[in-house]
T-cell receptor, first 114, second 112 residues
Framework: DAGVTQSPTHLIKTRGQHVTLRCSPI?????VSWYQQVLGQGPQFIFQ???????GRGNFPDRFSARQFPNYSSELNVNALLLGDSALYLC?????????????FGSGTRLTVV | SQQGEEDPQALSIQEGENATMNCSYK?????LQWYRQNSGRGLVHLIL?????REKHSGRLRVTLDTSKKSSSLLITASRAADTASYFC????????????FGAGTILRVKS
């Protein structure tokens, strides 16, 4: 079985641009969560989606948005990129949004804003 | 802001020695999880301990949880060079969504 797949693996963007990151969860998993990890820190929660609905939102500006598709894959969009958005963006999948268990993470997308 | 604080920030030991990492958190939790991260890539789930549990084992891993002190520890016994990684504790906060709140992590280096 494929694990959590994220694309692209690396990305370089210029300040002010827009970026779309993609995530495919493990087959059968219906919930996708997004995390931002700045160098030297632990991951920070951005969004959680389940059955195409937002189930949780972290303390991030409105420049960050996400959506989940009928096949449970997800996109994270960031508008008007700032240098501070440079980070590793991690996607995590789980069977349901309220299932208390371990999450499976993808390998991440490393975003560099110049 | 992050929920947890890991201690120490970095740990360097010889192969075969035990490694102990500690984690403290601030609010009530449903469960606490430990993850490993190699070279800034994806996180690997190691072990989960529920708020009503005090100790849990998985292979060479032993986790304890003290909810009265809001703290947890991860013990890796008989460490190997392959255990070199960053280790994060994460608490599950059951509010809007089911999010993981991570600490800043402990960098473990196991020398062979």
């Amino acid at each position: 079985d494929a694990g959590v797949t994220q694309s692209p693996t690396h990305l370089i963007k210029t300040r002010g641009q827009h970026v779309t990151l993609r995530c495919s969860p493990i087959s059968g998993h219906k919930s996708v969560s997004w995390y931002q990890q700045v160098l030297g820190q632990g991951p920070q929660f951005i969004f959680q989606y389940y059955e195409k609905e937002e189930r949780g939102r972290g303390n991030f500006p409105d420049r960050f948005s996400a959506r989940q598709f009928p096949n449970y894959s997800s996109e994270l969009n960031v508008n008007a990129l700032l240098l501070g958005d440079s980070a590793l963006y991690l996607c995590a999948s789980s069977f349901s949004w309220d299932r208390v268990g371990g999450y499976t993470f993808g390998s991440g997308t490393r975003l560099t804003v110049v | 802001s992050q929920q947890g604080e890991e201690d120490p920030q970095a740990l360097s030991i010889q192969e075969g020695e035990n490694a102990t990492m500690n984690c403290s958190y601030k609010t009530s939790i449903n469960n606490l999880q430990w993850y490993r991260q190699n070279s800034g890539r994806g996180l690997v789930h190691l072990i989960l301990i529920r708020s009503n549990e005090r100790e849990k084992h998985s292979g060479r891993l032993r986790v304890t949880l003290d909810t009265s002190k809001k703290s947890s520890s991860l013990l890796i016994t008989a460490s190997r060079a392959a255990d070199t990684a960053s280790y994060f504790c994460a608490t599950v906060i059951m509010e809007y969504g089911n999010k993981l709140v991570f600490g800043a992590g402990t960098i473990l280096r196991v020398k062979s």
